[in-house]
């Protein structure tokens, strides 16, 4: 299992090679992205002396509790750290996404929830139309009687009308007979019994002739109440096709404001698909950018690879040539005076030391053929991965190049620490033997050459190397950090163009819907009036004529009257004629 720990060193003797190691636990790997704190234990680990005190680093414990590989701590907590930022973003990405969807589910919902209760009002309005359109079906049928009725009462007054225009008729010409008779009479003052029954038979038939007319005034009053009534009933129509035609003017209103919105809409869509090009542009620029920085930084890891190996090289050839003088020397001199017993306890130590760091440097190596095996597996998911799945895979090869680069990089120097301990250990060697009487081969100094300016310059070159590395990996991650945000960015312009494009799909159906509605509105509103202009065109011509009825009814009571007026001045006349008053009152 893997856990977090840190080193602890405790001060020793200088011959023991120093104090003890140990590490103190802090916690626990769970799985790949959980850590659990663990109550604080100390294990002895005497692999662990060359680390610095208080290091953290990760060491792998078998169930026994015994230490099986140790490595420093400060990549892996970077990589998890970058990993839990990466995470985090990725969750707020979500978060932001979640709470548009939230927005735009409820915009939806309030604009069908709107909708759903238009149609029930207009549906309402239209049951309401209907029922008033049968309404004035009957109301038509009622006013077509009542056209009838009163066409029946124009034809009798017509009738009427004509019958007292025969009258009149007949009156003027008895009226004629009567003046020739009484031009014929001039010679006389008085008339015979014949004549004057004769002048009264007369002036009786004329007064019987004068046609009344209060049978016919109540018909047209009648009439007249009827229309009246009509009118009455037609009235409340007008007034609601007003009001109709008031909400037909608030819905094209709406229709007006809404097409303005829809205009505003496209507008704004149509910058953020402008805005879109352009991250999309930037994102292209930033990934051929990386492209270059890492192709760069691949080249300089090369040249820095190639140094290690000849910085290795040379390590390798002054540990197995004994005429090649680098690192650290033994002093012959002082080990000749020390004790044999002191000279071997150090020799055993240095011994002991070395197949420490022979352990730890295999142990290192293993992990490098892993972690090689890693990478290439990775490569291979890469080479067959799709687009989703193609930004993740190249991260997390890039991570795992970046520990194997920084694990071979360590194992560099620990193989050339290895190589040195290993000739220092060789030359303390050489003096116990030759001390304790074995023979020895020695080389002499003059037939060594002196390697430390050469790899003074190679360690120069790869500082150098290592420093451009870092810089052109810095930078390279900062160009990550902003194709990583960038494409953030472009996702989520794409997410809210998507919002937008249904919104405004939503606000364009909701539009034809409204101006739809407008038109059946409208169509229904012109039926409507339609409907109700021949009726009311069809009242206004009977009021007309019964008015032009009642004018007539007023000139034949006019009429009538001089008639009487007439008749009595004809009596009178013939009164002063007539010899006998009886056969006049008579």
Request: aromatic share 4%; net charge negative; charged share 30%.
């Amino acid at each position: 299992m893997l856990y977090l720990a840190e080193v602890q060193k405790q001060k020793g003797g200088l011959l023991s090679g120093g104090g003890k190691t140990e590490l103190k636990l802090l916690a626990c790997q769970r799985t790949d992205q959980n850590w659990s704190p663990v109550s604080e234990e100390v294990i002895v680990a005497e692999d662990a002396s060359k680390l610095n005190d208080g290091a953290l680093v990760l060491v792998e414990l078998n169930p026994n509790r015994q230490v099986q590989r140790i490595q420093e701590a400060g990549r892996p907590l970077v990589n998890i750290l970058q990993n839990f930022s990466r995470q985090l973003e990725k969750f707020k990405l979500k978060e932001d996404e979640i709470d548009q969807w939230k927005q735009s589910l409820t915009f939806q919902a309030q604009e069908l929830n709107r909708r759903e209760m238009d149609m029930e009002v207009r549906s309402e309005q239209l049951q309401l139309l209907e029922e008033e359109l049968q309404q004035l079906e009957e109301q038509k049928q009622e006013v077509e009687t009542s056209r009838q009725e009163i066409e029946r009462l124009q034809t009798e007054i017509e009738r009427n009308r004509l019958e007292l225009e025969g009258a009149w008729e007949h009156l003027r010409g008895e009226q004629r007979r009567l003046e020739e008779r009484l031009a014929d009479f001039q010679q006389g003052t008085v008339l015979d019994e014949e004549q004057s029954r004769v002048m009264s038979e007369l002036l009786d038939g004329l007064s019987s002739r004068v046609a009344p007319t209060e049978t016919v005034r109540e018909h047209l009053h009648l009439a007249f109440e009827l229309v009246e009534k009509q009118q009455a009933i037609l009235t409340p129509h007008w007034q609601k096709l007003e009001e109709q035609k008031t909400a037909i003017a608030q819905q094209q209103e709406e229709v007006e404001l809404l097409s303005q919105t829809f205009s505003d809409r496209q507008n704004a869509l149509q910058q953020a698909q402008n805005s879109l090009v352009q991250q999309t542009a930037q994102l292209q620029i930033n990934t051929a950018d990386f492209n270059s920085k890492q192709e760069y930084a691949r080249i300089i890891k090369e040249q820095l690879r190639n140094a290690e190996e000849l910085y290795q090289q040379i390590h390798s050839l002054s540990a197995t040539s004994g005429g090649v003088v680098l690192g650290q020397q033994a002093d012959v001199e002082a080990l000749e005076k020390m004790p044999l017993e002191e000279l071997q306890k150090i020799v055993q130590d240095l011994q002991y030391k070395l197949e420490i760091d022979a352990s730890f440097v295999h142990d290192q190596e293993q992990e490098l053929k892993y972690k090689q095996e890693a990478i290439e597996e990775l490569q291979n998911k890469l080479n067959h991965a799709s687009d989703h799945d193609h930004i993740n895979l190249e991260l997390e090869l890039t991570d795992e190049k970046d520990l194997y680069q920084m694990l071979n990089s360590s194992l560099v120097g620990q193989r050339r620490n290895m190589l040195q301990h290993q000739k220092f250990l060789k030359q303390h060697q050489a003096v116990l033997l030759r001390r304790q009487g074995h023979t020895v081969v020695d080389e002499k100094e003059g037939n060594k050459v002196n390697l430390e300016p050469i790899l003074l310059q190679i360690e120069t070159q790869r500082q150098q190397y290592s420093q451009e590395v870092q810089k052109l990996e810095r930078e390279i991650e900062q160009i990550r950090s902003g194709i990583e945000l960038n494409q953030g960015m472009i996702d989520n312009q794409t997410h809210n163009l998507d919002e937008k494009r249904q919104e405004l799909k939503a606000i364009e159906e909701n539009l034809l819907s409204l101006r739809r509605t407008t038109s059946e509105c409208c169509g229904r509103v012109n039926l409507y009036q339609e409907a109700l202009q021949p009726i009311q065109d069809s009242l206004d011509g009977l009021r007309q004529k019964l008015q032009g009825i009642g004018e007539s009814l007023d000139q034949f009571q006019e009429t009538g009257d001089y008639q009487i007026q007439a008749i009595a001045q004809l009596r009178h006349t013939l009164q002063s004629l007539m010899p006998q008053p009886q056969l006049l009152a008579s």
